[in-house]
């Protein structure tokens, strides 16, 4: 088997068990089993099991970073409260990704420090999502598109923190208080965010 093949089939494993058990339920021989490949193969490609956690959260869960990606490419084009729209719907998405992946590693002191130190060092994580809505607003605020009624860092932590909750109580309750409509929720949270 290509070595490629074989590092992807392990990074979908892994990816695979932890949402059915959990960080403390990831071992390598389970992830090994799951991906059909000796437990060697692993270390091969992976040098341990933080270095495979590490490669499902920027391969496998890449959403809220690809939204904020595109947001910035939007600077200037469409409505500013028609991109926003879309960026809540995305970024409710990628959340919901990242949420239970979030309290899955929050769990293991060792994990997270170690998360924590990848993210420093490569300037990565979702807190550039912060970043990356703050750049798009100043820009389109300065761009004279759209008037700000509060600092951009503000306006960014409530339309990403909105999106945050949404996941969060969509994880934990069948019938979340918001209802299920992601679209009417963006669009009355870019409204109150933008009146």
Do not use: Q, Y
């Given at each position: 088997m290509p070595a490629e093949l074989t590092r992807a089939?392990?990074?979908?494993?892994?990816?695979?068990?932890?949402?059915?058990?959990?960080?403390?339920?990831?071992?390598?021989?389970e992830i090994a089993k799951q991906a059909?490949?000796?437990e060697g193969a692993l270390y091969r490609h992976f040098s341990d099991k933080v270095d495979l956690i590490m490669a499902v959260m920027l391969e496998e869960w890449p959403t809220l970073g690809a939204a904020m990606?595109?947001?910035?490419?939007?600077?200037?084009?469409?409505?500013?409260?028609?991109?926003?729209?879309t960026l809540v719907v995305e970024a409710m998405d990628g959340y919901r990704e990242l949420v239970p992946f979030a309290a899955?590693?929050?769990?293991?002191q060792a994990v997270l420090t170690a998360v924590r130190e990848h993210f420093a060092a490569n300037n990565?994580?979702?807190a550039r999502a912060?970043?990356?809505?703050?750049m798009y607003l100043t820009a389109e605020a300065e761009r004279g598109r759209v008037e700000l009624a509060a600092p951009p860092e503000v306006i960014s932590a409530a339309l990403l923190g909105a999106c945050h909750e949404h996941a969060f109580l969509r994880l934990l309750?069948?019938?979340?208080?918001?209802?299920?409509?992601?679209?009417?929720?963006?669009?009355?949270?870019?409204?109150?965010?933008?009146?």
């Open positions: 089939k392990l990074v979908k494993a892994t990816a695979s068990v932890m949402r059915d058990r959990g960080l403390s339920g990831t071992t390598i021989r059909g490949v000796a990606a595109g947001l910035l490419d939007r600077v200037g084009k469409g409505t500013v409260r028609g991109n926003l729209r899955t590693i929050a769990g293991d990565i994580g979702p912060h970043d990356a809505m703050v309750h069948t019938e979340p208080p918001f209802g299920k409509d992601a679209e009417r929720f963006a669009r009355d949270l870019v409204k109150l965010l933008l009146p």
